[in-house]
């Protein structure tokens, strides 16, 4: 599956930005879909992640109550909103699809198949 990240810019800290993910096959709905981020001189880490119905959600600790993650099966897209954004969000955000089934596998990294090209998030402070 071909997953395309948008969405992203330039923003000042305590602002809002809502990026989006949208998958070009209708097998989309088979995957669980995960936003990680990667700073600068930082390794890819999770985001956040939602199940196949979207009925399942996982957040990082360092984006839970400001971040949320939603999906729209009909129209291949999951959506991250992001609010009260922190200069420490800055990043380049990518969305991965998960053949994986299990809670546990949400926020692991090599339980993604495949990636988005990633969209930047800066954050001014």
């Known amino acids: 599956v071909q997953l395309q990240a948008s969405g992203g810019g330039l923003v000042q800290a305590g602002g809002s930005l809502r990026l989006s993910c949208t998958a070009s096959?209708?097998?989309?709905?088979?995957?669980?879909i995960g936003w990680f981020r990667r700073a600068p001189g930082k390794e890819r880490e999770s985001v956040a992640a939602?199940?196949?119905?979207?009925?399942?959600?996982y957040y990082a600790d360092s984006v839970k109550g400001r971040f949320t993650i939603s999906r729209d099966n009909a129209k291949r897209s999951v959506y991250l909103q992001m609010n009260s954004l922190k200069p420490e969000d800055t990043a380049v955000y990518y969305c991965?699809?998960?053949?994986?089934?299990?809670?546990?596998?949400?926020?692991?990294?090599?339980?993604?198949?495949?990636w988005g090209q990633g969209t930047q998030v800066t954050v001014s402070s």
């Open positions: 096959r209708r097998a989309f709905s088979n995957y669980i």
């Open positions: 991965g699809a998960n053949p994986n089934y299990g809670f546990e596998t949400m926020g692991l990294r090599a339980a993604y198949d495949y």
């Open positions: 939602i199940s196949r119905s979207g009925g399942s959600t």
